[in-house]
């Protein structure tokens, strides 16, 4: 392998790995044969993350350049993220991410309007779903149809301030599909509780992931994969 190949596989490796601490990929930039100070910074940070020297990171044919080679594959075989598909929430969209690449996005909301944004995630019924690590769990997932009649009806109640359903505002406010998601441990959830990925006629929730009208597109996808996933929320 020349030194633009060596650098290419290292650069798309460390795109595809995440530091454990704060889930973001080791390097962002373009994916080319350029060994650029970024290229060198994204190096240094996965060989730290790994307890190995910074020394030499990028000469060809350097024996240290050839171990960061091979520590890179096989942290990427290893890597959770690259084996089992996840989901990421950034405060505007829900992306699910596939084996090595981004594989679907839809815009998303979470909070009430005018505070949707980091700084109120402790607030509770108003801000937006706090920052880390979830679960989102193929036997927490609910149709709104599916629901017994008496229930679906009553679900409308609540505009009339009487809450006798465990889907208050119906479809207006949940869509016709709904999953509950859990805190990872040790996830800071600030007292709060009770979230969920859900659509809805607006977009707007007391902390859930709303996906308004693409729920339906996320839902069918879920449940098609048929297996748990993890969600990273980061603002």
């Known amino acids: 392998m020349n030194r633009q190949d060596d650098v290419v596989v290292v650069k798309m490796a460390l795109r595809v790995l995440r530091d454990r601490l704060?889930?973001?990929?080791?390097?962002?930039?373009?994916?080319?044969?350029v060994a650029s100070d970024r290229t060198v910074s994204a190096v240094e940070a996965f060989q730290a993350s790994q307890n190995e020297s910074t020394a030499d990171t990028l000469q060809p044919n350097d024996p240290v350049h050839r171990h960061l080679t091979e520590m890179v594959r096989r942290e990427l075989r290893q890597s959770p993220h690259v084996r089992t598909p996840y989901l990421e929430f950034?405060?505007?969209?829900?992306?699910?991410?596939?084996?090595?690449?981004?594989?679907?996005?839809?815009?998303?909301?979470?909070g009430v309007s005018g505070f949707q944004t980091k700084g109120f995630q402790a607030l509770k019924d108003k801000g937006?779903?706090?920052?880390?690590?979830?679960?989102?769990?193929?036997?927490?997932?609910?149709?709104?149809?599916?629901?017994?009649?008496?229930?679906?009806?009553?679900?409308?109640?609540?505009?009339?301030?009487?809450?006798?359903?465990?889907?208050?505002?119906?479809?207006?406010?949940?869509?016709n599909h709904r999953v509950w998601i859990e805190p990872s441990r040790g996830n800071d959830v600030h007292g709060r509780s009770g979230f969920?990925?859900?659509?809805?006629?607006?977009?707007?929730s007391a902390g859930c992931v709303d996906l308004t009208d693409r729920m339906s597109d996320f839902a069918e996808k879920f449940r098609t994969y048929g297996a748990d996933m993890d969600l990273i929320v980061r603002y």
């Open 22 to 33: 704060s889930y973001r990929p080791f390097y962002e930039a373009e994916i080319n044969g």
């Open 90 to 110: 950034d405060g505007t969209k829900l992306c699910w991410f596939g084996h090595r690449e981004t594989q679907t996005c839809w815009p998303a909301v979470s």
């Open 128 to 175: 937006p779903l706090p920052e880390g690590k979830w679960r989102v769990r193929q036997d927490r997932y609910q149709r709104f149809d599916d629901a017994p009649l008496i229930n679906r009806l009553a679900s409308y109640l609540l505009f009339l301030n009487i809450k006798v359903t465990n889907w208050p505002g119906g479809k207006i406010a949940w869509g």
């Open 196 to 204: 969920s990925i859900h659509g809805g006629a607006f977009p707007r």
